[in-house]
């Protein structure tokens, strides 16, 4: 017997050694470790359904695909535009970024932040999820970013606040020193409106303001509490006067070399997600108006048609280069823009 095995001892040993097998697969290293940038606080829906998000993708592709989240761009030098070049060179895998910086390489992605086009959420999921979507993914391909569809999360209607004053028609906006990030159908809408522009990344917002660098800026109620700008202002203006969101977008390359699989748990998921959040941010941003107004911001009612009035030309710049195709498909949901 000292030179044989005998079948049970066998047995036993093929089980054990299959054990072994089993739990090294489960914890073997993930085929693909990927990292996901964003900029808003870890404490906002954004960060919290994406990271919900990876963890269902890891688990269907049981570990293969493993994607770090991080948020505030993992406080990188030169916030959103610095990440979305490290996307776009591979250095990046993933990153939520909204229309008007990716404008900056595709332009026709400026049509999501066009002011006054997209006057509820409403609109803009039917135009995003559907043929107008369709036409920005295959524009951002052709510059080598992958948006994935259905994968724009919400941020909101943007209002305006202000240190200094309420803004109730488009002349309280002359000589205004209004913060903008670095995008430019930003920069142009608030000079066509006749402010003192300050371009300043959302990772420098709170400094710029606190600062007096500038007086104002515009984002929604929700982002407006993430980001405590109570502290450093007083005014709330309601215009609604331009919607934002953000566009999951990853590398053309990286996107190709994911397995089929992959791809759609990745889409799969994302398209759940971002109903989620879209429905998570929406209610917050309708919760936090009360709570900035205990917090001690005055708010006040906007006449917005000034504000168009003044923007007739800066709408025949950005039709031309939007292109005709694009805002075609943005009017037949929006309906006839000045």
């Given at each position: 017997?000292?030179?044989?095995?005998?079948?049970?001892?066998?047995?036993?040993?093929?089980?054990?050694?299959?054990?072994?097998?089993?739990?090294?697969?489960?914890?073997?290293?993930?085929?693909?470790?990927?990292?996901?940038?964003?900029?808003?606080?870890?404490?906002?829906?954004?960060?919290?359904?994406?990271?919900?998000?990876?963890?269902?993708?890891?688990?269907?592709?049981?570990?293969?695909?493993?994607?770090?989240?991080?948020?505030?761009?993992?406080?990188?030098?030169?916030?959103?535009?610095?990440?979305?070049?490290?996307?776009?060179?591979?250095?990046?895998?993933?990153?939520?970024?909204?229309?008007?910086?990716?404008?900056?390489?595709?332009?026709?992605?400026?049509?999501?932040?066009?002011?006054?086009?997209?006057?509820?959420?409403?609109?803009?999921?039917?135009?995003?999820?559907?043929?107008?979507?369709?036409?920005?993914r295959g524009e951002m391909r052709s510059k080598g970013i992958y948006g994935v569809p259905r994968g724009c999360f919400e941020n909101g209607l943007h209002q305006i606040t202000c240190a200094t004053r309420p803004i109730r028609t488009a002349d309280d906006l002359q000589g205004l020193k209004m913060r903008s990030p670095a995008a430019p159908i930003y920069i142009d809408a608030w000079k066509t409106l006749g402010t003192e522009v300050v371009v300043a990344n959302l990772d420098k917002l709170?400094?710029?303001?606190?600062?007096?660098?500038?007086?104002?800026?515009?984002?929604?109620?929700?982002?407006?509490?993430?980001?405590?700008?109570?502290?450093?202002?007083?005014?709330?203006?309601?215009?609604?006067?331009?919607?934002?969101?953000?566009?999951?977008?990853?590398?053309?390359?990286?996107?190709?070399?994911?397995?089929?699989?992959?791809?759609?748990?990745?889409?799969?998921?994302?398209?759940?997600?971002?109903?989620?959040?879209?429905?998570?941010?929406?209610?917050?941003?309708?919760?936090?108006?009360?709570?900035?107004?205990?917090?001690?911001?005055?708010?006040?009612?906007?006449?917005?048609?000034?504000?168009?009035?003044?923007?007739?030309?800066?709408?025949?710049?950005?039709?031309?280069?939007?292109?005709?195709?694009?805002?075609?498909?943005?009017?037949?949901?929006?309906?006839?823009?000045?």
């Amino acid at each position: 017997m000292s030179g044989r095995v005998g079948r049970r001892h066998f047995a036993l040993g093929l089980m054990a050694a299959g054990g072994v097998m089993l739990a090294s697969r489960g914890t073997r290293a993930a085929d693909f470790p990927l990292r996901q940038f964003h900029n808003q606080p870890v404490e906002s829906p954004l960060h919290k359904r994406l990271v919900e998000m990876w963890a269902a993708v890891k688990a269907e592709t049981r570990g293969r695909v493993d994607v770090q989240t991080f948020a505030e761009n993992d406080h990188i030098p030169g916030g959103d535009p610095a990440a979305l070049k490290m996307l776009v060179s591979g250095e990046l895998d993933f990153f939520t970024l909204n229309g008007g910086v990716i404008g900056t390489i595709v332009p026709a992605m400026n049509v999501q932040n066009l002011p006054f086009s997209f006057r509820t959420q409403g609109q803009v999921y039917d135009a995003m999820d559907g043929d107008l979507g369709d036409y920005l993914r295959g524009e951002m391909r052709s510059k080598g970013i992958y948006g994935v569809p259905r994968g724009c999360f919400e941020n909101g209607l943007h209002q305006i606040t202000c240190a200094t004053r309420p803004i109730r028609t488009a002349d309280d906006l002359q000589g205004l020193k209004m913060r903008s990030p670095a995008a430019p159908i930003y920069i142009d809408a608030w000079k066509t409106l006749g402010t003192e522009v300050v371009v300043a990344n959302l990772d420098k917002l709170y400094e710029t303001l606190k600062s007096g660098a500038a007086e104002a800026q515009a984002d929604p109620f929700a982002l407006i509490e993430l980001l405590k700008l109570y502290e450093v202002q007083k005014y709330v203006s309601v215009t609604n006067h331009t919607w934002s969101g953000f566009n999951l977008i990853t590398n053309v390359k990286l996107w190709q070399r994911l397995p089929a699989s992959a791809q759609e748990a990745i889409e799969r998921n994302v398209a759940k997600f971002a109903r989620l959040q879209r429905a998570d941010n929406d209610a917050l941003n309708t919760e936090a108006r009360g709570r900035l107004a205990q917090r001690g911001m005055t708010f006040n009612e906007t006449e917005t048609s000034s504000f168009r009035a003044k923007l007739k030309p800066f709408y025949a710049r950005w039709r031309e280069t939007l292109g005709q195709r694009c805002w075609t498909l943005l009017e037949a949901h929006v309906g006839k823009l000045a």
